[in-house]
């Protein structure tokens, strides 16, 4: 540790989904982007070790870092904006506290003191906040703290940052985000809401030195000096957040209001230089100016919630910017789709992507939208159980194994293409135990893989406990599916590609977890782009 390290912790109340973790991205890609060292993480408040268990209803996607946890989906945020690797230590729930708490009254650790929220659980809380302090360089921390105040789980977080707020003293500061409703009948804002929230905060002993107001329109001058008479921050710290039609806008419009130049005044920083978001705004710009347009087809079981493939949508959105093209993607579900409509629901798209998930529900409908791209020759990318289904699907109907299936699904199949992992038979525990985190993937030269990358050998996270079946890869590729990317230490099958195709890839990794908005994966890329020159060649 060798910086004087300044902590912004972000609360949120009124309600919650409000947006903290794109405000929290938002803040580090403005002090960022004026030169600061930053990284961000998430506290939890549920009682769950991870979201790794999960279902995807209850908590939308779990994004899987460099270093293998499974954790809430902002961290996928904040990489996207920042372009930053996080880390197990980004990511901190009252489970792993409670858990660790625990661990430590069962050995003994504690010398026979009663265990209690205050100190013991509050000092835990304390001490992973601070840990990225203490194993890293930065000039900002940020905090992001989960739930609305006022609940009961959120708490023992309160209270380590009331604590912590002592003991740091002119090293932090809070911003509180709420929701200033807007009733159209009478057309006024209403500020009560966040009145009676910043009260909560305060009777907690935790007083906000800036507030974030989520607003559906705008706020004016005297509803920023009402808000700032009865919640005690300065009139120029509430801080406008409006609705807006992409989340990439939000650091410019928090660049408008000026909240940089607010934080760095309270910490008493004089910064000399000045916000540089130059390719930031540029992209923006392609996305509100479009050249082109294509259709995409997401296929996945989930897809009344979108939150379950949130970095898949986003990628999306990366690619599009990059390549100046508008991506319409529409969820389509896989439990929908039939022999008898799988045309009428396909036709009209310039790629297909076949989504990740587990479990059986909906599986055949994966199946059958791989063998329409297969054979309408439409692009195609299958992630993660999308690849272990195109290949399923060219094993039934490519090589005739009419029975082709993963052990995951049917364990009696007498031809398991897809098979589970050697390391993984004999483990029990369900979380944090598939093989989790960034691996190393050598790519064939003179494959579409090898066109996309530009490069022999790639790290990219996967989150899995099947896996290609080597016994089945000669058949497969003397038929025409070839091995296009092995891990070079396990010799796993990483990437598969059919060869008469113009672009059909399919991956056991998962690309959309290292998309950035500056820096789209390349994948992606590719996929946009291949869907370009299918549209361009229908139209001709």
């Known amino acids: 540790m060798t910086k004087d390290t300044k902590y912004i912790f972000v609360t949120g109340g009124v309600v919650s989904s409000l947006g903290k973790g794109i405000i929290s991205a938002s803040i580090g890609k403005l002090l960022q982007s004026r030169g600061f060292s930053i990284t961000i993480q998430k506290l939890d408040p549920y009682i769950n070790v991870d979201p790794g268990t999960l279902n995807p209803y209850e908590h939308g996607e779990c994004y899987v870092t460099e270093d293998g946890a499974e954790t809430d989906l902002d961290l996928g945020h904040y990489e996207r904006f920042l372009n930053i690797y996080t880390s197990q230590a980004n990511n901190v729930t009252t489970g792993k506290i409670y858990l660790n708490v625990i661990e430590k009254e069962r050995r003994g650790d504690y010398l026979g003191e009663t265990v209690q929220v205050i100190p013991h659980i509050t ?77 909560n905060l305060q009777e907690l002993g935790v007083q906000p030195d800036i507030l974030i107001c989520r607003t559906s329109v705008p706020i004016n001058d005297s509803i920023r000096q009402k808000l700032a008479l009865f919640c005690n921050v300065e009139q120029r710290a509430v801080i406008e957040n409006i609705d807006i039609d992409t989340i990439y806008k939000v650091p410019i419009k928090m660049q408008e209001e000026k909240l940089d130049e607010v934080i760095l005044d309270k910490f008493g920083i004089s910064s000399t230089s000045q916000t540089n978001l130059s390719k930031w705004i540029e992209l923006i710009n392609h996305i509100d100016n479009p050249k082109n347009e294509v259709d995409v087809a997401l296929i996945g079981k989930y897809i009344e919630l979108k939150d379950a493939y949130k970095s898949i949508i986003e990628s999306f959105i990366h690619a599009g910017a990059y390549l100046e093209t508008k991506v ?34 909906g599986l055949e409908g994966k199946i059958l939208a791989a063998k329409y791209a297969r054979e309408n020759k439409i692009p195609f990318l299958g992630i993660c159980l999308g690849m272990q289904m195109a290949v399923v699907e060219f094993a039934r109907n490519v090589l005739h194994l009419k029975d082709a299936n993963s052990r995951e699904i049917n364990p009696r199949t ?68 070839k091995a296009v990317g092995i891990n070079p230490t396990e010799q796993l099958v990483e990437a598969m590609e059919l060869e008469d195709h113009p672009f059909f890839i399919g991956v056991q990794f998962h690309p959309e977890y290292k998309s950035r908005f500056e820096s789209p994966h ?17 139209i001709q």
Do not use: W
């Open 414 to 481: 007498l031809n398991p293409v897809i098979d589970l992992m050697e390391n993984q038979k004999k483990i029990s525990v369900k979380g944090g135990t598939m093989r989790l985190g960034a691996y190393p993937c050598k790519i064939v030269k003179n494959s579409k893989l090898y066109e996309c990358y530009k490069q022999d050998l790639v790290y990219e996270r996967h989150r899995h406990r099947y896996e290609f079946n080597n016994k089945y890869l000669e058949i497969f590729e003397s038929h025409g599916m």
């Open 123 to 199: 000092d835990e809380i304390k001490y992973r906040i601070r840990l990225l302090e203490f194993s890293g360089d930065y000039d900002f921390i940020i905090t992001e703290i989960g739930g609305t105040v006022g609940d009961i789980e959120s708490l023992p977080f309160i209270e380590a940052v009331r604590q912590l707020r002592l003991e740091l003293g002119k090293r932090s500061l809070v911003m509180h985000m709420t929701l200033l409703p807007y009733l159209a009948n009478i057309g006024e804002l209403k500020t009560k809401p966040t009145q009676h929230s910043v009260k």
């Open 522 to 538: 390349p994948l992606f890329v590719s996929l946009v782009r291949a869907a370009l020159e299918k549209k361009n060649n229908i």
């Open 328 to 361: 319409n993607l529409d969820f389509i579900s896989s439990e929908n789709i039939t022999e008898g409509n799988l045309d009428n629901l396909l036709n009209k798209y310039n790629a297909i992507l076949v989504a990740p998930g587990f479990g059986e529900r």
